[in-house]
């Protein structure tokens, strides 16, 4: 199993960004899959997540800004990102959830990264004017 993103980089402030990640070893629509983000000295934050029902769900600090989609034929996952700000600054990556935990119950559990069965390396992704 591996998950390999990319499509980080220094932007300014507004501007946009794609993030793929690319699944190999399964199949990315059999999972609900996430994106979620870190910074140095703080904890993951969980940003978006698209479930094999193909619901998404975004973070408050995010929504109406990112758009989260899967390309099953390419078995890959996107992040687009818009109207970036300068606390968007991040470490970026990907993650599948554990099968066996419910959606609906993880939400509950406020997202918690620990239920992720993997994740990739991350993209990082600098707003910066």
């Known amino acids: 199993v591996r998950l390999v993103e990319s499509g980080g980089g220094m932007v300014q402030p507004g501007g946009s960004l794609r993030l793929s990640c690319v699944a190999s070893?399964?199949?990315?629509?059999?999972?609900?899959m996430n994106w979620a983000r870190q910074t140095p000295g703080k904890g993951p934050e969980w940003v978006s997540s698209?479930?094999?029902?193909?619901?998404?769900l975004y973070a408050d600090s995010v929504k109406g800004r990112f758009a989260i989609s899967r390309d099953n034929a390419k078995n890959t996952l996107y992040l687009q990102m818009d109207s970036l700000k300068f606390e968007d600054t991040a470490l970026y990556y990907c993650?599948?959830?554990?099968?066996?935990?419910?959606?609906?119950?993880?939400?509950?559990?406020?997202?918690?990264?620990?239920?992720?069965?993997?994740w990739g390396q991350g993209t990082q992704v600098t707003v910066s004017s």
């Open positions: 993650a599948g959830l554990n099968p066996s935990i419910p959606f609906a119950a993880w939400v509950q559990t406020g997202y918690n990264e620990t239920a992720y069965d993997f």
């Open positions: 070893g399964f199949t990315i629509s059999h999972y609900d």
């Open positions: 698209i479930t094999t029902g193909s619901t998404t």
